[in-house]
């Protein structure tokens, strides 16, 4: 199966949208290349992650953007904006699932800083993970974490994330290598949605 194929047609509109409890999980737009360029170019932010520039202008925020809804719009990647529910326009963080190779996607995120420390990205994360086993080609999902990154190895913990052993990660993007921790986390047997959950999945 091509990693093009991982994510069904329920996720490669840009209609799409999740929803938690707190939140709504959808498309990355150009409208929100600001705030994600100020959030995420936080350094405390930015230096936890394998791909945040920085500085994070509001340039490279929209050639994120747009390389996010290519992905998604393609099916090999389903990466969202995270915004309260009462203010679905501002973006708080991202989260997103790419594919790396036939049934494995890699999971990464991360969340503006006012908005840390409230349970919001084990939310997010639980849900997109639940929705991707259940009606997309995934048999497993990895995601890593510097050692030191307490805050997110919890929240992969908290997602039903296994340890899958520790070694050093080149990340260019943070100039060395650093130490990772690697998680797993299988898809669970039985797991699956109706056509009529995904179909008011797909209207929200
Ligand atoms: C990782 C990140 C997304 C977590 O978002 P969040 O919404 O604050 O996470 P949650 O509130 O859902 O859960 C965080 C958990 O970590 C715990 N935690 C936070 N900081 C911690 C620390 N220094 N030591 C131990 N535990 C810590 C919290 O107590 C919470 O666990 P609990 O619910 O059992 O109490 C956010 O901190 C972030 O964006 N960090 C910078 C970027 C980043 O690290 N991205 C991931 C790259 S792998």
């Not at 994120?64 to 719009?73: C, K, L, P, Q, V």
Request: charge should be neutral; glycine fraction near 12%.
């Amino acid at each position: 199966m091509p990693p093009d194929e991982m994510f069904p047609d329920l996720l490669r509109d840009d209609v799409f949208r999740l929803e938690t409890s707190r939140l709504w999980l959808r498309w990355p737009r150009l409208s929100d290349a600001g705030a994600l360029a100020r959030l995420g170019g936080d350094p405390a932010v930015a230096l936890m992650t394998a791909s945040l520039p920085q500085p994070y202008r509001v340039e490279d925020a929209a050639k994120w953007i747009f390389a996010s809804r290519t992905g998604n719009a393609r099916g090999h990647a389903a990466v969202l904006a995270l915004a309260h529910k009462a203010r679905p326009a501002e973006p708080i963080g991202v989260i997103g699932l790419h594919a790396t190779r036939a049934h494995v996607a890699l999971l990464g995120f991360w969340l503006g800083g006012p908005f840390q420390g409230a349970g919001l990205m084990s939310e997010a994360a639980g849900a997109l993970l639940d929705l991707a086993f259940a009606v997309g080609e995934i048999g497993e999902v990895h995601a890593q974490a510097r050692v030191e990154n307490a805050a997110s190895i919890r929240v992969l913990e908290k997602c039903g994330f296994q340890p899958d052993g520790r070694s050093p990660v080149d990340l260019p993007m943070r100039g060395g290598v650093f130490l990772c921790d690697r998680f797993k986390r299988a898809r669970d047997p039985g797991a699956g949605v109706t056509k009529t959950d995904a179909g008011a999945l797909a209207a929200g």
